[in-house]
């Protein structure tokens, strides 16, 4: 498309110039044209003045019926005036102006052929000089210098080729970026995750030693042992599977299975999921809303979002309280909140707790810090956001899921 609009500006350029000369040869021709007449009417003024003068017998009618007859194709009569009409001119001054005029014609057009030559050298030096800095752009792209920019201001084929460049360019340069971005956060996340299965793995190591160096043990000790192993393990287990899930997010080589779904049967799900948790601390789950409100979500990715949210409230939770879960629908969104009444979480942390394996001091010692990021993520990818408040009398998410 761009060529054709090119191609359009330059065969009109050419229409233009060429209108241009023709118009000024033009003009100079009937200056010359007008030069001729000119010198001939005088010498045809002076003949008749003559005539006039000398035979004043010649009526005005008898000259003029002279002047307009037409003329003998006859060589005789001008012949013994030294004049030839295939030669010369009649009135010689009109040699001198033609003369004069061709001189003009052949300076002009040879003004107009220099002129032409320079342009074309001119344009040709500026376009090699456009393809060599074009060439030392590719070679900096090469080099992996992403950092140069193109001026293109026209729309010629150049143009457009640097234009595309550019492009491409910012394509690569993004791309590099990203590589970076991914390789920062795979040796961050590779140093979060090892200082994550350090910890459980060293603890499983020194008490596998024991067992091994004292094969006497008392059996409540080595019971004891037994629990705080199945526990490391429990918890590693949980991390790798909560890795797998975050890496899958990342890639998008996840998936969803999206339809209407009810809120109730989400947050249900999600509770009996903590159910063992929350008679362990003896919690009442106290779940209110709409009993007809829907979200368009992938059904058992939102029970583990929810899931994580009310695992996480239960951690921060006192014992013998209540987690209110409260859910319901309007025109432009769906909104759940979760509150408890526990700990509460400090207003600096606020920012950090969707970081993945970011743990606040509150966190319960089996925490890993990886919970709310997941449930972040997922929320996100069903076109939800969420939010946190706290207090010191406890901490409520509110979650809402924008209508499609």
């Known amino acids: 498309m761009e060529n054709k609009v090119e191609l359009k500006k330059f065969i009109g350029k050419v229409l233009w110039i060429s209108f ?71 009135v010689l001054e009109n040699d001198t102006v033609y003369y004069q005029f061709l001189l003009l014609n052949l300076s002009l ?105 004292d094969p006497n043990m008392d059996k409540s000790t080595r019971e004891d042992f037994l629990k705080d192993m199945k526990r490391n393990v429990t918890n590693i287990h949980f991390l790798v599977q909560s890795i797998l899930k975050l890496s899958k997010f990342e890639v998008n080589a996840i998936h969803f299975t999206k339809e209407n779904r009810l809120l109730k049967d989400i947050i249900e799900q999600a509770n009996k999921n903590v159910s063992t948790l929350c008679d362990l601390k003896n919690i009442k789950v106290n779940i209110k809303g709409e009993s007809d409100a829907t979200i368009f979500c992938d059904f058992m990715w939102q029970v583990e979002a929810i899931t994580n949210i009310i695992k996480n409230s239960v951690e921060h939770s006192h014992l013998n309280s209540q987690i209110d879960i409260l859910y319901e629908k309007n025109n432009a969104y769906s909104k759940i909140i979760i509150k408890d009444y526990g700990l509460g979480i400090d207003k600096e942390e606020l920012h950090h707790i969707f970081e993945r394996f970011y743990k606040g001091k509150n966190s319960s010692i089996d925490s890993i810090g990886i919970g709310l990021s997941l449930a972040k993520t997922i929320i996100e990818h069903d076109n939800g956001v969420i939010d946190v408040e706290s207090q010191q009398t406890g901490t409520q998410f509110i979650i809402k899921y924008f209508n499609l």
């Open 20 to 90: 241009c000369v023709v118009c000024f040869f033009l003009v100079i021709n009937v200056v010359e044209y007008r030069k001729y007449t000119k010198n001939f009417n005088a010498k045809i003024s002076n003949i008749v003045e003559a005539l006039q003068n000398k035979y004043p017998q010649l009526t005005e009618s008898e000259i003029i019926s002279i002047l307009n007859s037409k003329g003998k194709d006859d060589e005789k009569t001008l012949k013994k005036y030294g004049i030839l009409l295939n030669d010369k001119a009649i």
């Open 109 to 213: 057009l040879s003004l107009g052929i220099f002129l032409f030559v320079f342009w074309m050298i001119r344009y040709l030096k500026k376009k090699e000089k456009e393809i060599n800095n074009i060439t030392k752009y590719i070679e900096q792209i090469n080099q992996k210098n992403y950092s140069l920019e193109i001026d293109f201001n026209s729309e010629d084929e150049l143009s457009i080729l640097k234009n595309e460049i550019y492009k491409t360019t910012v394509m690569l340069k993004e791309a590099a970026d990203n590589s970076n971005k991914d390789k920062k956060n795979l040796k961050e996340s590779l140093e979060d995750i090892s200082h994550q299965l350090k910890t459980p793995l060293t603890s499983i190591l020194i008490m596998i030693d024991n067992l091994m160096e």
